[in-house]
Nanobody, 116 residues
Framework: QVHLVESGGGLVQPGGSLRLSCAPPKYIFSRYMMAWYRQAPGNQRELVARITTDDSTNYADSAKGRFTISRDNVKNTVYLQMNSLKPEDTALYYC??????????WGQGTQVTVSS
């Protein structure tokens, strides 16, 4: 079983920025589509952004224009740069690696809290 480890969460004021990181094993990073999901209390887990191995990206409407997902192929790391954060972005953010429904892995999440 592969466990992904997220980092970079924290408390930030509205309008602030955070960068989340996730560094899966190289054999995962080189083959799997990587994504960030989030789950706020009482809500379902939702896709925030994802990136393929050839750097094709797509974003949830709520993330467009504010968040950027990227991959560093030297560090085998996927990032989520979050700017102009809003209180409604408060959630537990999860890293996901997806190959097929039978081959996908999750991290345990990193908390992002946007509050003044």
């Amino acid at each position: 079983q592969v466990h992904l480890v997220e980092s970079g969460g924290g408390l930030v004021q509205p309008g602030g920025s955070l960068r989340l990181s996730c560094a899966p094993p190289k054999y995962i990073f080189s083959r799997y589509m990587m994504a960030w999901y989030r789950q706020a209390p009482g809500n379902q887990r939702e896709l925030v952004a994802r990136i393929t191995t050839d750097d094709s990206t797509n974003y949830a409407d709520s993330a467009k224009g504010r968040f950027t997902i990227s991959r560093d192929n030297v560090k085998n790391t996927v990032y989520l740069q979050m700017n102009s954060l809003k209180p409604e972005d408060t959630a537990l953010y999860y890293c996901n690696a997806y190959l097929t429904d039978a081959y996908q892995f999750w991290g345990q999440g990193t908390q992002v809290t946007v509050s003044s």
